[in-house]
């Protein structure tokens, strides 16, 4: 029987109990139009501002969507086989690496 979680409403808890869910092997994990999607509805969170210290002056949601994609599809194309495997690339990966850009730049202010 298929399990109904509504894992990529609002809000960052929601997706960290998707993102575990998916570890689990509970749920599918999320593909780029669904993370991107989530990423621009919540594009006051930490992968949106990742973008925009990565340049990208998106301010609506369909625009913060294709900057997560322009981002997620560089990497899908330039990391190496390998080095995807390690870092588990994935739409979760690529929205955790955005959240950490925007946190570990502020070091540096």
């Known amino acids: 029987k298929a ?12 997706l960290q109990f998707c993102n575990n869910a998916v570890d689990l092997k509970i749920c599918n994990p999320p593909g780029v139009e669904e993370m991107a ?6 594009q006051h969170l930490g992968a949106g501002n990742g973008l925009q ?28 086989e390998e080095d995807k495997v ?3 690339f994935s739409p979760i990966f690529v ?9 570990f ?4 202010e």
């Not at 999607?37 to 919540?42: I, Q, S, T």
């Not at 002056?57 to 190496?80: M, N």
């Open 3 to 14: 399990i109904k979680l509504t894992c990529f409403s609002s809000g960052l808890t929601p």
């Open 37 to 42: 999607a989530w990423v621009g509805e919540n």
């Open 53 to 80: 210290v990565l340049g990208f002056q998106a301010d609506l949601r369909k625009g913060v969507e294709a900057a997560f994609k322009v981002i997620y599809w560089h990497l899908e194309q330039h990391l190496h």
């Open 86 to 88: 390690v870092l588990r």
């Open 95 to 103: 929205e955790h690496l955005l959240c950490k850009v925007a946190r």
């Open 105 to 108: 730049s502020r070091q540096f």
